[in-house]
């Protein structure tokens, strides 16, 4: 433990040392250069001349880490969509012709169809109800610590949390998951939960609601402060009642902060893959396109081309909303 704990601090060390020596050798290479001294005119166009490049020495490493991490595999992934299993032989749309007629690849789409129904909404709507309740309230701030508090978990952590809520023993043992313990004694009959068809997928979706309903109250709680009393007490006045005031004062005036809550939570919902994973495995017909796109590459020997071809749709899913959330950010800050 103390080794791996040692380990980590030197790593952090020196990455930290290498980064200031990095930007204190680049910008002292820049200024011998072209050195501010000597000729007027020269040192002007020296100073000139730094003032352009000194912002690409700190924009290059991340830059080049960029592409070498981002715009290089996107690449890669969309030429290997075209080869067979191996990446060696070219077979044209044969892997996008699979993905259209593929059953499980089928499924997998309308479960993450129904998880972007079902989670987004979930999780902002409980968030800016919890953000309202707990902003009328002296023990609040208790409140969301608590709501927040799963936020701290994992989803591999979170989803053994789940597997116990959700546990079933059969026979005649007693029941130790809470759900079937609940179940058990109000004279119901214990289930599998997690292997009942179509609603299983409901169950894994309450363990990422679970999880993000906090990062969506946190957002949304700092919105509805951003609204000036003024127009409630003015809402008040006119006789409004408490459902109006929600409805018709508050959420039109923090509802873009809705829809950047939305959009994140829906980039997320996505690209779930842990709980699933951990949860089912994809069993019972709750396989998601992450989960598709892991068992073709890593499981059965492997097929590139086929999971090449699933992480390209699972990209093409991500960028709109990606690019819609970039461009609401840049115009709410001034810029285009």
Same mark, same amino acid.
């Given at each position: %433990? $103390?080794?791996?704990? #040692?380990?980590?601090?030197?790593?952090?060390? $020196?990455?930290?040392?290498?980064?200031?020596?990095?930007?204190?050798?680049?910008?002292?290479?820049?200024?011998?250069? #072209?050195?501010?001294?000597?000729?007027?005119?020269?040192?002007?166009?020296?100073?000139?001349?730094? !003032?352009? *490049?000194?912002?690409?020495?700190?924009?290059?490493?991340?830059?080049? #880490?960029?592409?070498?991490?981002?715009?290089?595999?996107?690449?890669?992934?969309?030429?290997?969509?075209?080869?067979?299993?191996?990446?060696?032989?070219?077979?044209? $749309?044969?892997?996008?012709?699979?993905?259209?007629?593929?059953?499980?690849?089928?499924?997998? /789409?309308?479960?993450?169809?129904?998880?972007?129904? @079902?989670?987004?909404?979930?999780?902002?709507?409980?968030?800016?109800?919890?953000?309202?309740?707990?902003?009328?309230?002296?023990?609040?701030?208790?409140?969301?610590?608590?709501?927040?508090?799963?936020?701290?978990? !994992?989803?591999?952590?979170?989803?053994?949390?789940?597997?116990? *809520?959700?546990?079933?023993?059969?026979?005649?043992?007693?029941?130790?998951? =809470?759900?079937? +313990? /609940?179940?058990? $004694?109000?004279?119901?009959?214990?289930?599998?939960?997690?292997?009942?068809?179509?609603?299983?997928?409901?169950?894994?979706?309450?363990?990422?609601?679970?999880?993000?309903?906090?990062?969506?109250?946190?957002?949304? !709680?700092? +919105? &509805?402060?951003?609204?000036?009393?003024?127009?409630?007490?003015?809402?008040?006045?006119?006789? +409004?009642?408490?459902?109006?005031?929600?409805?018709?004062?508050?959420?039109?005036?923090?509802?873009?902060?809705?829809?950047?809550?939305?959009?994140? *939570?829906?980039?997320?919902? =996505?690209?779930?893959?842990?709980?699933?994973?951990?949860?089912?495995?994809?069993?019972?017909?709750? %396989?998601? =396109?992450?989960?598709?796109?892991?068992?073709?590459?890593?499981?059965?020997?492997?097929? !590139?081309?086929?999971?090449?071809?699933?992480?390209?749709?699972?990209? &093409?899913? @991500?960028?709109?909303? %990606?690019?819609?959330?970039?461009?609401?950010?840049?115009?709410?800050?001034?810029?285009?």
């Amino acid at each position: %433990m $103390l080794s791996q704990i #040692l380990s980590a601090l030197g790593a952090v060390v $020196l990455g930290v040392g290498a980064c200031v020596l990095y930007f204190w050798a680049s910008n002292k290479l820049l200024d011998m250069a #072209l050195p501010d001294k000597g000729d007027v005119q020269v040192a002007s166009r020296n100073l000139r001349y730094r !003032s352009v *490049i000194r912002p690409w020495l700190f924009l290059g490493p991340a830059l080049i #880490l960029l592409a070498v991490y981002l715009v290089y595999p996107v690449i890669a992934t969309f030429i290997l969509s075209f080869y067979d299993r191996n990446g060696a032989q070219f077979v044209g $749309l044969a892997n996008y012709h699979w993905a259209i007629n593929d059953d499980e690849f089928r499924q997998s /789409i309308f479960n993450n169809i129904l998880w972007l129904a @079902v989670v987004p909404a979930a999780c902002t709507f409980f968030g800016l109800v919890i953000a309202v309740m707990t902003d009328r309230i002296w023990w609040g701030n208790i409140a969301k610590s608590i709501v927040f508090m799963p936020m701290a978990i !994992s989803f591999v952590g979170a989803s053994v949390i789940w597997k116990f *809520i959700y546990e079933y023993r059969g026979g005649n043992d007693v029941q130790i998951g =809470l759900l079937n +313990a /609940i179940v058990q $004694l109000f004279g119901g009959t214990p289930e599998v939960w997690i292997s009942v068809p179509f609603w299983n997928n409901f169950f894994l979706m309450i363990i990422l609601i679970w999880i993000q309903t906090g990062f969506a109250m946190v957002i949304l !709680s700092a +919105a &509805l402060r951003g609204i000036p009393e003024e127009t409630i007490e003015a809402a008040v006045i006119d006789g +409004a009642n408490g459902w109006q005031i929600f409805w018709k004062i508050m959420v039109p005036q923090v509802w873009g902060t809705i829809a950047v809550v939305w959009t994140t *939570i829906t980039i997320l919902v =996505l690209k779930v893959f842990d709980i699933v994973l951990t949860m089912t495995n994809g069993q019972w017909n709750t %396989m998601v =396109l992450a989960n598709l796109m892991f068992n073709w590459l890593f499981r059965g020997g492997g097929d !590139s081309g086929r999971s090449a071809v699933i992480a390209l749709i699972i990209m &093409l899913a @991500v960028t709109p909303i %990606m690019i819609w959330n970039v461009r609401r950010a840049n115009r709410e800050l001034g810029g285009r």
